[in-house]
């Protein structure tokens, strides 16, 4: 990358940094919450360069003769649609199922704990507690499946077997 070009984007993104502070200041001050002040500009950021990027992209693809992909999905897929039917990586399996039975194991404690420590003849409603003690458990039950489903990535299936 030339100096000139690495100068230019180091003014970009000042600019940017400058713009945030000023829009995060603005919300701050006009007594709005902190993530909201911090969400906004983010989101402008990547709307304004996600943009920028769509009108090159565009630009290019004109000139090649091709038709250009539409903006939402630009936008959210710049690399195009992903192909559903490809094997995914071990290492994604591996993190996919650690991050859900980590959410699992939680959400089945949750539910466990309110059970068991609930003050059952002191609750108003304990159908309704029991009903929210057993949601949280099964949840954290379809995430524990949804882990071991995803960790269980070396063993394949039998294809239609009948």
Known sequence: MSTRLRLALAAYLALWAAIAGGIIYGIVRAGYSAWLAVAFPFLLFVFVN????????IRQLRLEGKE????????FFPQGLPKFKQEAPR?????????AALTGVFFVFCGVAL???AEWSRIS?????????IVLAGIGAAFLYLSWRALSF???????VA
């Open 125 to 133: 409603q304990p159908l309704l507690a029991a009903a929210i003690c």
């Open 68 to 75: 250009p992909p539409r903006y939402l999905q630009y936008l």
């Open 154 to 160: 070396g063993r394949k299936s039998p294809a239609n």
């Open 50 to 57: 996600g943009s920028l990027a769509y009108r090159a992209r």
């Open 115 to 117: 059970a068991f420590d």
């Open 91 to 99: 290492s994604t399996h591996l993190l996919v199922g650690i991050a």
